[in-house]
């Protein structure tokens, strides 16, 4: 069975611009989550979605937002981009409706470049 | 703000030896306790995970120690190895929040 793949894997943008990532789920997977990486922050929550729903979200602005399509795959967008945004984008897939609570499977991650 | 904190840092084992990262949360509403290792241009991988009501759980080389009322867990690498070498980020979590440490960087030295 396929993992978690997420595209592009790598990606540099300049500032005020904004990026569509992609993330398609291990097949059968219902539940998508979104993690930000960085060397200062850390693993950070961003959202989870499942049934095309976004079932949680964490404390990011609204800039930050996603979206899930019927088929489970779910995409995440940031607008307005700030040099800040620059991280490892996350993405991990749960076979169950319990989402956060489940086992969850991340993939490789898109790096993002902010410039 | 930090919900989960992790120590140490880094660390550094001799092949063979125990490597003991510690964690200590805040949140009681958290339920399930992973720990997650992660390799340079890889996402991180659920390696061992624990809930509240047990312990210990050993699976492996690996063991989780969980105390409820330190509010702290830890995880021990037996026998440690070469290929150990990784980060290791513990996390806290329940159905509506996830937050993890700052991450364990271990080098198992041969």
């Known amino acids: 069975k396929a993992g978690v793949t997420q595209t592009p894997r790598y990606l540099i943008k300049t500032r005020g611009q904004q990026v569509t990532l992609s993330c398609s789920p291990i097949?059968?997977?219902?539940?998508v989550s979104w993690y930000q990486q960085t060397p200062g922050q850390g693993l950070q929550f961003l959202f989870e979605?499942?049934?095309?729903?976004?079932?949680n979200k964490g404390n990011f602005p609204g800039r930050f937002s996603g979206r899930q399509f019927s088929n489970s795959r779910s995409e995440m967008n940031v607008s307005t981009l700030e040099l800040g945004d620059s991280a490892l984008y996350l993405c991990?897939?749960?076979?169950?409706?319990?989402?956060?609570?489940?086992?969850?499977?991340f993939g490789p991650g898109t790096r993002l470049t902010v410039l | 703000q930090q919900q989960v904190k992790q120590s140490p840092q880094s660390l550094i084992v001799q092949k063979g030896g125990i490597s003991i990262i510690n964690c200590a949360y805040e949140n009681t509403a958290f339920d399930y306790f992973p720990w997650y290792q992660q390799f340079p241009g890889k996402g991180p991988a659920l390696l061992i995970a624990?809930?509240?009501?047990?312990s210990e759980k050993k699976e492996g080389r690996f063991t989780i120690s969980f105390n409820k009322s330190a509010k702290q867990f830890s995880l021990h690498i037996m026998d440690s190895q070469p290929g150990d070498s990784a980060t290791y980020f513990c996390?806290?979590?329940?159905?509506?929040?996830?937050?993890f440490g700052a991450g364990t960087r271990l080098t198992v030295k041969p």
């Open positions: 624990i809930r509240p009501d047990v």
């Open positions: 996390a806290a979590r329940n159905n509506n929040d996830m937050r």
């Open positions: 097949s059968g997977h219902r539940s």
């Open positions: 979605y499942f049934s095309e729903t976004q079932r």
């Open positions: 991990a897939s749960s076979s169950t409706s319990r989402g956060l609570a489940d086992t969850q499977y």
